[in-house]
């Protein structure tokens, strides 16, 4: 695969493209959209236009942009916006009040709400592009002022788990790693992750770094056959909600056959026997040592070992 076949994928070049002007301003800063956090250089001109660039300094994209990274400078106009209060009346079409009566009136329906039903009444749902500022103000009016919990935010929600898993695995909510070890790796697995379109700016540097070392080795487990797998030497379409027996299988084949790294096991880490009896009983009969599933292409240059494979890895059914 090419660079030139990933149609999201966007290169802007360096930011000394931007057009020479002398009374312009330009603030470094951060792609708001996917969790890649790449660097952005917007230049505003003197006419109020914008343009936007990658950083070529930057870490995470190194001056590479995608698609909706490379659109930004459109989405500053006030074209679309919503600048005043609007309140639907009796006609049922939207019509512009002032601060003072919007305010009024969405606290009038929270206290009629309360005063029939009590606080429980009321939720929030907070969006996850806040400020710490903000969840903080957002919190304090929900349970100070309100009086209730039931406040969620998209943030939390979405990465519960892997919050989780961090604090279980590691001690504290970090990834401990960084994109240079993924470009040094020798082996790569990505789960559940349809890196090509939900972060392409690492996925270019994965494909990069796989064209520049075609020994360099890729593993997609997902359900879906998506256009990551494309990159993939090998695809498990594991079935929902099987992957658990998968990485218990996994564990359990590598202390079977001795492939544990004792060393680093016995300096960086504890619990290992727990984790291989809990690990033991819920690993399916049926999860045997196998080789891998033929359903997927992989290259004749690439036989590897057998693997826990027989967990029923067929495509899924369509949902519809």
Known sequence: MNLSDIPVIL?????????????????????????????VRATRHANGSVEVAGDASHGSNQGRLCVKGSALAETVGLEGRLLHPQVRGADGALQQVSWDHALDKVAQG?????????????????????LTEDYYVANKLMKGFIGSANIDTNSRLCM??????????????????????LELADLVVLVGSNTAWCHPILFQRLLKAKEARPDMKLVVIDPRRTATCELADLHLPVKPGTDVWLFNGLLHYLAQHGALDQSFIDAHTSGLDAALAAAVPRWPRRARTAPMSPRWPRPASWTPKPCVASMRCSPPRRRW
Do not use: M, W
């Not at 802007?12 to 956090?37: I, K």
């Not at 892997?162 to 960084?178: Q, Y």
């Open 110 to 130: 929270f206290k009629d709400i309360i005063a029939e039903h009590g606080p429980d009444a009321v939720a929030l749902y907070v969006s996850g592009q806040l």
């Open 160 to 181: 519960s788990s892997a919050v989780a898993g961090h604090k279980r695995a590691f001690g504290e909510d970090l990834v401990p790693g960084n994109y240079e070890d």
């Open 11 to 39: 290169s802007t070049g360096s930011p000394t493209l931007l057009s020479a002007d002398a009374s312009a301003t330009v603030t470094d800063t951060t792609c708001p959209y996917c969790g890649v956090g790449c660097g």
